[in-house]
């Protein structure tokens, strides 16, 4: 291998170490918020937009992002390739083909650019397509040696524009270089060609503005639709990778090959950039929601909790994920208080109209058997995408929730539409043998226990009476232990003392007596012993189930609190803690 | 590769010969054809878009339409669905005004053709001369939503055009776009979001009014115009909604409470009554054929029952006086529906001034959530009430509207599938009987219904095409510049 290659080689193992391993969830993310459909009408749909080819490859990549190792692999060969079509255009620029590892170093800047740019999850893919569009329309253009191609540019420039939107300016820019260097030598024909390339080019933005285009704004037509999922903003960043792009060719064109030293140092800048502006581009917090919800979406139950023991993001998201986690391996009654604890909110989060933060909700709602809620989360958070884009992700547990309540018309609507994609149609075809046959859903490995679960009579879903709701999924389903874990955990967090004292008895099913009670949990026996003790005010005769350290730590608690310190470390996991907080 | 194109074209060839148009020795069935959409017996208009449909499981359909009077008109493209030219459509349809046309099909299945029993579709000498419908378009979900629009559509043809778009105003909600009478010139409506505004467009010039003032509850909801124009109707409505945890019943939308009042489109006032804002609940007001009367609906705060099922609209009417811009000074309860056991909504009269059309529903104030809900008409001269069983059916109906000359409505049921809204269509004769109704045409009904996601909401006939300056209303709303209404009583 040629030794200036490995600054590309080195760039991609770099990349895809990242985004395979380090931050597989920015793949799931990119991968949930889409849907991308194999047929004729999906392409013409994008087709019909200006700079909707741009879009539909993006998601066309996008979708291999459901293997994080895949997409990983798929997006470092695009930076990669990107880099590499810049030096291929800085090789068409100047001609010059002895090139030298430092040409390749500073053509991968683009990508460095777009790479730092990426840590904001809302760049869509698009953008870098459109780049990769522009390069490679660019090297095709320059195929043509006559000088009569320029005349070309009346087709091309309108053609390229709707095919990839905001990549026409790169492109005609990238032109118009070329075309100045190549035919008319000096700056000022090339300034008068960049000029009537650019204003050529607007000319036909505004024109799509005023006639096909007219429900865009004016901002989607010039910066890309789908460029951005809050397509009321173009970052700063978009221009300025897109205006590396046209001045890293030109800028190669003009060095030399540099010293060994120089090409050494470059290749290894440009190698460490991403690694080291990863902290200030790809916001902690935000991609710890991202983890746990991709931990969640693969029931990787421990993980979540492992990851959520190392960094536990203040957000009722990151909490139902825990919480969810916890109650899944049969830990929640244990472990609650191991972690601070947000009150209900931290195990059902209420809807709020993004995306985002309901999606952990959703996925509680399923494993509880509360199947219209889950419809709910995931319809809303589906129509609450900014971009307006479907998820198949939510599709798919759309479609589940319509079969398993039985509304096969539209389970099968869905279900059709999850047939056209790539890695979720085995599961359509799958599912799309039960419709129309409940006795099927309710025999299926995979639905026979929500189906089972789920609420057979009217039952108004609200969250005034949450631990009542689920005491009521449990009574139902008397194996629905998750329900249970939840009401009792809803009572906890709510201080309902009383009513979980009521609701305890659930948990020791088949014991009538309470000293026959054996193995609860430590957060109940704290909660039992708090409950007896506040209200007869001291001396209590305290079940035998609650544990010699339970009843040390309360007195430890007990004797900090009167004389008015701070619970040490030792009592930051008891319930007691919460609850004082809490009130 | 000279073999390789003979392959693939002698491939075409027998892929054609395979589904040839003609059918040969069909065997004869006395039945009617699984058909979708069922447009057996249905009364059209001349001039509509062709009645396309699919026969089920069928390979390939040949349909041959015979008018009763004169012409034919065969669809045999060799598709799963009869797919009929558009133009000789409408010639057979002109020709055959107050006859029928007979469909006689014909449908392949494992190289077997089948022909089924003939059957009719009655072509009214009632034309329905608007050039379309306007609707909004949105996905039947719970709180947000994301790709609405308002959309028309040609009802001659195909075509479907959007009047404003999600894309145009990223983020605003959208909705209640009414005219005056079907007439496009005259329309309004409401954006809902960051930038709220009501717009009301008047021979292309647009105003966006803020309709929030400290007299009222909230902005004007539900609007219905003035014939003269210069008023429109409205009621405000502090909506909420539950969710149940059910199988037959997922939401209830309800009013936390709810006002009636006019907007004085000269003025920019409000014109408030204390008759239309009591403590109980007025809503969806409609003006009267002659517009001296408004008719309303309302209800007794349901929160004093305590439960969402005894939400229950009576229909009510107050006199308006056009001239001076006042409200009457007592209300009449035309049909007490909640004595009665059920609810009454959406109250349209007919702009003959015959008949007034209506929702009812067990209970609530938003009926389309609620299967038994069905469609009435109330003779204005007799003041009975009957239901237009054949336009009705076992899913909910609401959201009807009347075409100019009162011989067509049109309506949104989610009989097709319980959650999405199409759109109906039904003819009522002078007697107030309705039609059989049939759904909006589509070039390929079966792909398009299968594929859509969205419901159809408050349709309503247009007599032309809405002309909207999209890009510049889009600026408007987003500019955030408002006349504020004022008030007076």
Redesign the interface.
């Known amino acids: 291998m040629d030794m200036k290659y490995i600054t590309p080689a080195a760039f991609f193992a770099v990349v895809y170490w990242i985004y395979a391993f380090v931050r597989p969830e920015w793949c799931n993310f990119h991968e949930q918020y889409q849907m991308f459909l194999f047929g004729w009408?999906y392409l013409a749909g994008h087709l019909s937009i200006a700079s909707g080819m741009a879009d539909y490859l993006a998601e066309f990549v996008v979708q291999f992002f459901f293997f994080p190792a895949l997409g990983a692999a798929l997006w470092a060969a695009m930076l990669t390739g990107l880099g590499l079509l810049v030096w291929r255009a800085s090789l068409a620029l100047s001609g010059n083909v002895d090139s030298s590892g430092l040409h390749l170093a500073l053509a991968l800047v683009p990508s460095v650019l777009v790479g730092f740019y990426c840590g904001d999850y809302n760049m869509m893919l698009a953008f870098p397509m459109c780049l990769v569009m522009a390069l490679l329309m660019f090297l095709l253009y320059q195929r043509l040696a006559s000088r009569r191609r320029v005349y070309f540019q009346i087709f091309l420039i309108p053609l390229f524009y709707w095919l990839s939107g905001y990549g026409v300016f790169v492109y005609a820019a990238l032109c118009a270089m070329a075309d100045a260097r190549r035919f008319w030598r000096g700056w000022l024909p090339g300034l008068a060609l960049l000029s009537a390339y650019a204003a050529f080019s607007v000319l036909c933005v505004v024109m799509a503005?005023?006639t096909v285009m007219?429900?865009?704004?004016f901002i989607?037509l010039f910066c890309g639709?789908n460029f951005y999922r809050d397509?009321?903003v173009v970052p700063f960043m978009q221009h300025l990778s897109a205006f590396s792009v046209v001045l890293m060719p030109a800028l190669i064109a003009l060095l030399g090959r540099g010293g060994k030293a120089v090409q050494v140092v470059c290749g290894a800048l440009v190698v460490s950039a991403i690694p080291v502006l990863m902290p200030f581009s790809h916001d902690k917090f935000s991609y710890s929601l991202m983890k746990i919800d991709y931990l969640v979406r693969n029931q990787r139950w421990k993980d979540v909790i492992s990851f959520c023991q190392v960094y536990l993001p203040d957000d009722s998201m990151a909490y139902n994920g825990l919480n969810l986690a916890l109650a899944k391996t049969g830990q929640l009654p244990d472990r609650m208080f191991e972690f601070p604890q947000m009150g209900q909110e931290g195990l059902v989060g209420d809807?709020q109209?993004n995306a985002v933060s309901c999606v952990i909700t959703g996925e509680a709602f399923y494993h509880l058997g509360?199947?219209?809620?889950v419809?709910?989360v995931f319809?809303?958070s589906?129509?609450?995408?900014?971009n307006?884009n479907r998820s198949a992700r939510f599709t798919h547990r759309i479609a589940e929730s319509y079969l398993v309540?039985?509304?096969y018309?539209?389970a099968a609507?869905h279900i059709?539409?999850l047939e056209k994609t790539l890695f979720y149609s085995a599961w359509a075809r799958e599912a799309a043998g039960y419709l129309y046959h409940p006795d099927k859903v309710a025999s299926s490995s995979r639905w026979s226990q929500i189906a089972r679960h789920?609420?057979q009579?009217?039952?108004?879903?609200?969250v005034t009476d949450m631990s009542d709701?689920f005491l009521r999924l449990h009574h139902q389903s008397p194996d629905n232990q998750l329900a249970l874990q939840y009401a009792m955990a809803c009572d906890l967090l709510n201080g309902n003392l009383p009513h979980f004292m009521r609701a305890f008895p659930l948990t020791q099913p088949g014991k009538n007596q309470v000293s026959q009670y054996s193995n609860v949990p430590k957060s109940y026996q704290e909660a039992v012993m708090y409950a007896m003790v506040t209200q007869s005010g001291g001396n209590v005769d305290l079940p035998p189930f609650v544990s010699q350290e339970v009843r040390n730590s309360f007195r430890d608690f007990d004797n900090m609190m009167t004389m008015r310190q701070q619970p040490d470390k030792r009592l930051f996991s008891t319930y007691w803690r919460y609850i004082v907080s809490y009130r | 590769m000279r073999t390789t194109i003979y392959c693939l074209m002698l491939a075409v060839l027998l892929m054609a010969a395979s589904c040839a148009p003609a059918p040969k020795n069909a065997v004869q069935k006395d039945s009617l054809p699984g058909m979708f959409p069922d447009y057996a017996g249905v009364t059209i208009p001349a001039d509509i878009a062709p009645l396309n449909f699919e026969v089920s499981d069928a390979e390939c359909v040949y349909v041959e339409a015979r008018g009763g009077r004169q012409g034919s008109l065969t669809a045999a493209s060799g598709k799963t669905y009869a797919d009929f030219d558009i133009e000789g459509w409408h010639q057979l349809t002109r020709q055959n005004c107050g006859d029928s046309i007979y469909l006689s099909v014909c449908a392949l299945r494992d190289g077997q053709w089948t022909q089924y029993r003939t059957f009719g579709i009655f072509v009214s000498p009632d034309p329905l001369p608007e050039y379309g419908v306007t609707y909004r378009k949105i996905?039947p979900?719970?709180?947000?939503?994301?790709?609405i629009g308002i959309f028309q559509r040609c009802i001659h043809t195909f075509d479907e055009y959007?009047i404003?778009?999600?894309?145009?105003l990223?983020?605003q909600c959208m909705n209640c776009h009414v005219a005056n009478r079907c007439d496009a010139s005259q329309f309004q409506l409401h954006i809902r979001g960051q930038h709220p505004a009501t717009l009301v467009q008047v021979d292309g010039q647009r105003t966006l009014l803020n309709t929030s003032t400290d007299s009222t509850i909230a902005n004007c909801m539900y609007p219905y115009w003035h014939p003269s124009g210069r008023y429109i109707a409205y009621s405000l409505n502090l909506i909420n909604q539950?969710?149940?945890?059910?199988?037959t019943?997922?939401i209830e939308v309800f009013d936390l409470a709810s006002d009636a009042l006019v907007l004085d489109l000269q003025t920019n006032e409000l014109i408030l009554s204390d008759l239309l804002m009591t403590k109980d609940f007025e809503s969806y007001p409609a003006f009267s054929a002659d517009g001296n009367t408004i008719y309303f609906c309302t209800s007794r705060p349901w929160m004093d029952e305590g439960l969402f099922d005894s939400i229950r609209y009576d229909l009510c009417s107050i006199a308006f006086d056009a001239k001076n811009g006042k409200l009457g000074n007592h209300v009449d309860t035309i049909i007490a529906a909640s004595k009665q056991g059920y609810s009454i909504t959406h109250p349209r009269p007919s702009y003959d001034g015959k008949f007034l059309l209506y929702s009812t529903s067990s209970c609530s104030v938003f009926p389309i959530h609620h299967p038994e809900s069905d469609l009435w008409l109330l003779d204005l001269a007799t003041m009975e009430s009957h239901p237009l069983t054949e336009a009705n059916s076992n899913g909910p109906e609401s959201f009807h509207n009347w075409s100019t000359n009162s011989r067509w409505i049109v309506f949104a049921s989610k009989r097709?599938?319980?959650?999405n809204n199409l759109l109906y269509f039904s003819h009522v004769d002078s007697l107030g009987h309705a039609s059989k109704a049939f759904l909006l045409p589509q070039q390929n009904p079966r792909q398009y219904y299968?594929?859509l996601?969205h419901s159809y909401n408050v349709p309503d006939f247009t007599m032309q095409k809405v002309d909207l300056d999209?890009?510049a209303f889009?600026g408007e709303v987003f500019g955030d510049e408002r006349i504020q209404v004022g008030v007076r009583r």
């Open positions: 009408d503005g005023y007219r429900q865009y704004p989607d639709v397509r009321m809807f109209r509360l199947i219209n809620q419809l709910r319809f809303d589906q129509a609450s995408i900014v307006c309540t039985g509304r018309d539209m609507k059709r539409m789920r609420v009579d009217n039952m108004l879903y609200t709701m | 996905e979900g719970y709180e947000t939503f994301s790709q959007a404003v778009a999600h894309t145009a990223q983020g539950c969710f149940f945890e059910d199988t019943k997922t097709h599938n319980g959650l299968d594929n996601m999209v890009r889009a």
